[in-house]
């Protein structure tokens, strides 16, 4: 019964990843909200990580088919969106708290 539960809630989770592409390209799009850096996106990644995780481990338990593998290919998208966040912190970093101290004053 547990076996069968997790399969459904992996599938419940897989299930939602087409809604929230939807709704990211419907804001970065439709809106026009600008894609910028905010602490935010690192409540994405983590999910991402954990449902990659949670999809390996299930299909090595159950051996149900292409579980594993989707989880694998979501290993690949987790650490992408993981990098593309964490360089875009730093490069938010730099301009927001190094670069203003670096810059010469201003002469009237």
């Given at each position: 019964?547990?076996a069968?539960?997790?399969?459904?809630?992996w599938?419940?989770?897989t299930?939602?990843?087409?809604?929230l592409i939807?709704?990211?390209?419907?804001?970065?799009?439709h809106c026009?909200v600008?894609?910028v850096?905010?602490?935010?996106?690192?409540?994405?990644?983590?999910?991402l990580?954990?449902?990659?995780v949670?999809?390996?481990?299930?299909?090595r338990?159950d051996?149900?088919?292409?579980?594993?593998?989707?989880?694998?290919?979501?290993?690949?998208?987790?650490?992408?969106?993981w990098?593309?966040?964490?360089?875009?912190m730093?490069?938010?970093?730099?301009r927001?708290?190094?670069?203003p101290?670096?810059?010469?004053?201003v002469?009237p």
């Amino acid at each position: 019964m547990v076996a069968g539960l997790a399969v459904v809630f992996w599938a419940f989770a897989t299930w939602l990843i087409p809604g929230l592409i939807a709704a990211g390209w419907w804001r970065h799009a439709h809106c026009r909200v600008p894609l910028v850096y905010e602490a935010t996106l690192w409540s994405m990644v983590f999910p991402l990580g954990m449902y990659a995780v949670a999809g390996i481990y299930l299909g090595r338990a159950d051996h149900p088919p292409i579980v594993e593998g989707v989880g694998r290919a979501a290993l690949w998208v987790a650490l992408a969106a993981w990098t593309i966040v964490f360089v875009t912190m730093c490069w938010h970093v730099v301009r927001t708290v190094l670069a203003p101290w670096a810059a010469p004053p201003v002469r009237p």
